[in-house]
């Protein structure tokens, strides 16, 4: 399998830096992918290091699991312990100790990976099967809920996971287009429902069919729940003074680890490290346009309770 020239691990250097990496210590990457995260983490753990991580999509799995073969015929000795586990990240709880772990990065959303495989039905800027499993092994297609969910159901669910204000008339529009079968075709009809593209200088242009892609995407792979799973279960892994790391791509997911730290700031729990969302430079947005939506946001298990969380920036 070759590695996407496209893919280039989005905030690596935040990250690593808000992990704030203790040589020998035990990291998890809940989202291997390429494992170019997970990749950073292990140079810096050292030999005595453990790197934990997760991923449901068995392709991604295999993939990272051959990258770090790569590094460890590289880094010899100097290479930390590895665990790999090809299950989603919301069994973290069950597959790990409590107050086991120094840091816990999750890089969430679609990767590059799922994206330029047509095959895949992640995307629509190449004709493929409507599928958008991440674990293509369990669970609904996309196709499935397209062509079997009735039209309110469709409608809400294009509003809730895709915040797309247009989405009764396309979930109408897509009824009366049934069968639809294809990402090509779910793009046109959706498309069809919008006014013409304009591209206003400086500015990205939005296809129309992104928001109800993403929406049938967090459907199908229950990404939102997969996430508050993680989240809930964090504050019980990390020892004191561990680090919770989180990457997200757009609104519903920060909203919820926004919420998420700021609630464990209030009871105690968490001081949350980045008072913002940390975003990607400019040149890292030119090398690598994934990077543009991307926003990552910090927190460090506290020793205690206390009553109100600490704020600093990061």
């Known amino acids: 399998m070759a590695e996407s020239p496209r893919h280039v691990p989005v905030l690596l250097e935040a990250a690593i830096q808000q992990l704030k990496i203790r040589r020998g210590g035990t990291y998890v990457d809940a989202t291997l992918g390429f494992a170019g995260h997970a ?26 699991t051959a990258r770090l073969d790569a590094l460890r015929d590289e880094l010899g000795a100097a290479m930390p312990r590895v665990e790999l586990h090809d299950v989603e990240f919301s069994q973290a709880a069950e597959r790990l100790a ?9 890089d969430v959303g679609v990767s590059s990976m799922q994206l330029d495989e047509a095959r895949r039905g992640f995307s629509f800027q190449a004709d493929g099967a409507l599928d958008m499993r991440m674990n293509p092994r369990q669970g609904v297609t996309a196709e499935q809920v397209v062509n079997q969910f009735g039209e309110k159901e469709l409608a809400d669910l294009i509003y809730e996971f895709g915040e797309e204000r247009r989405s009764r008339r396309i979930a109408r529009a897509i009824v009366r287009a049934r069968p639809v079968t294809t990402t090509a075709e779910l793009a046109r009809v959706v498309a069809g429902c919008a006014p013409p593209m ?3 200088r400086g500015k990205h242009v939005i ?8 929406a049938l995407r967090i459907y199908v792979n229950g990404e939102l729940d997969e996430l508050q799973a993680l989240l809930e279960s964090a504050p019980k892994l990390l020892k004191p003074g561990g680090r919770l790391v989180a990457i997200s791509f757009h609104s519903l997911e920060d909203r919820l680890v926004k919420d998420a730290f700021r609630e464990g700031a209030q009871a105690g729990i968490y001081e949350v490290l980045t008072r913002k969302p ?15 939506s991307a926003k990552l946001r910090a927190a460090e298990r506290l020793a205690g309770q206390r009553k109100s969380g600490q704020l600093r920036s990061g």
């Open 198 to 200: 304009k591209r206003e």
């Open 39 to 64: 990749s950073g983490i292990a140079r810096a753990l050292g030999p005595e290091g453990k790197l934990i991580g997760f991923d449901r999509d068995p392709e991604a799995f295999a993939f990272a």
């Open 207 to 214: 296809h129309p069919a992104t928001r109800t892609f993403q």
């Open 278 to 292: 940390l975003t990607a430079e400019q040149d890292e947005m030119d090398r690598n346009p994934r990077s543009r």
């Open 98 to 106: 409590p107050g086991s772990v120094d840091g816990i990065l999750a």
